[in-house]
């Protein structure tokens, strides 16, 4: 069974750190491309990043870059979300998601809450 | 980017009546080697991720009631919801897998009229 389980939410002060982990069970890890999508409160669905099958390519969307940080080992199954300069507006459910040929397969989440 | 665009934002509709929701991109999504639309349809309730419906523009997804269904093709593409259950509540989304940058529309608000 396809699992993607994440991790490493929680609440931080503007301007602080947090990382993001997704651990992927019962498909072969290295062979998908992974990504990052976020949902603020009551909003729609927002990609923030993601990474090649082989890691040799990311993408960022413009909100994020320069603050945020893809990345996976293959060796642990595991994509992360280095998360920096962290602002009100980065406050979301963060959802991690494998693509296939049927569009995404979804993690449950983790909520990220940016506040003093 | 592909830019998804979704109508209505919201949508009232009486129980056990049909609830139809439209996506339009802003280039064809259709795959000329294999003549399929790279698009999916998720429904999003409170508190949980979304859940794939259908695929492929028109496949159900296994589990996913028969009142549930996909159609269009190129540009153009409709969920339809043939006879509204109180349980149909929710958010959905239109999504297009076709470019190496996936896309969403903004959602579509489905209520109880």
């Known amino acids: 069974e396809v699992q993607l389980v994440e991790s490493g939410g929680g609440l931080v002060q503007p301007g602080g750190s947090l990382r993001l982990s997704c651990e992927a069970s019962?498909?072969?890890?290295?062979?998908?491309?992974m990504y990052w999508v976020r949902q603020a409160p009551g909003k729609g669905l927002e990609h923030v990043s993601g990474?090649?099958?082989?890691?040799?390519?990311?993408y960022y969307a413009d909100s994020v870059k320069g603050r945020f940080t893809i990345s996976r080992d293959d060796s642990k199954n595991t994509l992360y979300l280095q998360m920096g300069s962290l602002r009100a507006e980065d406050m979301a459910v963060y959802f991690c998601a494998r693509a296939s040929n049927k569009g995404y397969f979804w993690g449950q989440g983790t909520l990220v809450t940016v506040s003093s | 980017d592909i830019v998804m665009t979704q109508s209505p934002d919201s949508l009232a509709v009486s129980l056990g009546e049909r609830a139809t929701i439209n996506c339009k991109s802003s280039?064809?999504?259709?795959?000329?080697?294999?003549?399929?639309?790279?698009l999916a349809w998720y429904q999003q309730k409170p508190g949980q991720p979304p859940k794939l419906l259908i695929y492929?523009?028109?496949t159900r997804e296994s589990g996913v009631p028969d009142r549930f269904s996909g159609s269009g093709s190129g540009t153009e593409f409709t969920l339809t919801i043939s006879s509204l259950q109180a349980e149909d509540v929710a958010v959905y989304y239109c999504?297009?897998?076709?470019?190496?940058?996936?896309?969403f529309g903004q959602g579509t608000k489905l209520e109880i009229k």
């Open positions: 280039q064809s999504i259709l795959y000329n080697s294999n003549n399929k639309n790279y």
């Open positions: 999504h297009q897998y076709y470019s190496s940058l996936y896309t």
């Open positions: 492929w523009a028109s």
């Open positions: 990474i090649s099958s082989h890691g040799d390519y990311t």
């Open positions: 019962g498909f072969s890890f290295n062979n998908y491309a």
